[in-house]
């Protein structure tokens, strides 16, 4: 099978395509066809071995996929070959083929396109589990979206609609303000051009965010916890400017307010009941178009470590699929 291949640890720029033999099926895995990859900035990481996850080389990175089981490893009884399915997979979904452990597998919507699946799970899983279990968000309060018109931004902007807060987008342009905006948010700020801070506190008659939802990093995490309200909570998803802040604990102290940990997939293996009923809300809004997933472009095989340059510089809007379809 044709598959893009770190073949050792050195970022975007040593990534190859080459063929590689199938994965072997172990007991309770599932053979799956890949349809498409989602392109996401954990992948970014994993091919520069700076990642939690260090997969021995060679290996592929891509973290979620869209596709078909087309073969059963032993004891696996929920799955039958030819269901359309999602995973995630940490590794290994910018290939033809992949092994996936039977319960990492979710049944897709058949009416979903699989290139809109395979950019559904990893950002609406996340968001999903931020703004519910974490921040337990609440209709009626205020939410700040950092880098809204990424994939996994895009995402918090959605389902916090859908729960009923208020949406200030934040991002660094007018145009990524205006996917936000199309996305549903309420009010948009250009941290680019004033501080986020001052702007945010203007916007809320000086009373701050319930919740900040905060997956940029770097100097505009202290800015956000600055603009967080009374008893607020800071929601600490990711570090996609590439620093991981320091946090002045006496802010903590000062505003009653929690800097709350999101890891998402930690909490796919810890609860996974949760985790599926949370995807049952998220299939059901996407159902009814009440979420609707931006791809912004798709990528082939060929090109996928274009789609991780473009991600890495944070030229993305929206998601950024491999379509293993193409090319």
Not at 110 to 121: E, K, Y
Not at 142 to 148: E, K, P, Q, R, Y
Request: net charge negative; with cysteine; proline share 5%.
């Amino acid at each position: 099978m044709r598959a893009l291949l770190c073949k050792d640890y050195g970022g975007i720029d040593a990534l190859v395509v080459d063929e590689t033999p199938s994965p072997a099926l172990k007991p309770g895995e599932v053979r799956v066809q890949v349809e498409a990859c989602g392109v996401n900035f954990p992948d970014t990481l994993i091919v520069a071995g700076k990642y939690q996850f260090k997969p021995e080389p060679p290996f592929s990175p891509g973290g979620e996929i869209s596709g078909i089981v087309v073969e059963l490893g032993e004891g696996v009884e929920d799955v039958a070959v030819g269901d359309a399915v999602i995973a995630i997979t940490i590794w290994g979904g910018f290939a033809e083929e992949i092994a996936v452990p039977a319960a990492q597998l979710l049944k897709r919507p058949p009416s979903m396109d699989p290139r809109v699946a395979a950019g559904f799970s990893m950002t609406y899983g996340t968001a999903m589990h931020a703004l519910v279990q974490r921040a337990d968000l609440q209709a009626g309060e205020t939410l700040l979206v950092l880098g809204a018109a990424g994939g996994v931004g895009l995402a918090a902007v959605e389902i916090g609609k859908r729960l009923g807060a208020r949406v200030i987008a934040a991002a660094s342009s007018a145009d990524k303000l205006a996917v936000a905006a199309e996305a549903g948010a309420d009010e948009g700020v250009n941290y680019a051009e004033t501080g986020l801070k001052d702007a945010v506190k203007d916007l809320t008659g000086g009373k701050g965010v319930d919740v900040v939802f905060d997956p940029v990093g770097g100097e505009l995490t202290e800015q956000a916890l600055r603009a967080t309200g009374w008893r607020g909570r800071h929601l600490i998803v990711g570090f996609a400017a590439g620093e991981i802040p320091k946090i002045p604990a006496n802010l903590t102290l000062l505003k009653g307010c929690a800097v709350v940990g999101v890891f998402w997939g930690d909490f796919v293996k810890r609860e996974p009941d949760a985790n599926r009923a949370n995807f049952d809300r998220l299939f059901g809004w996407a159902e009814t178009g009440a979420i609707k997933p931006l791809i912004s472009e798709t990528f082939t095989l060929e090109t996928a470590s274009d789609a991780l340059r473009k991600l890495a510089a944070r030229q993305a809007l929206g998601k950024l699929v491999v379509d293993l379809a193409k090319g």
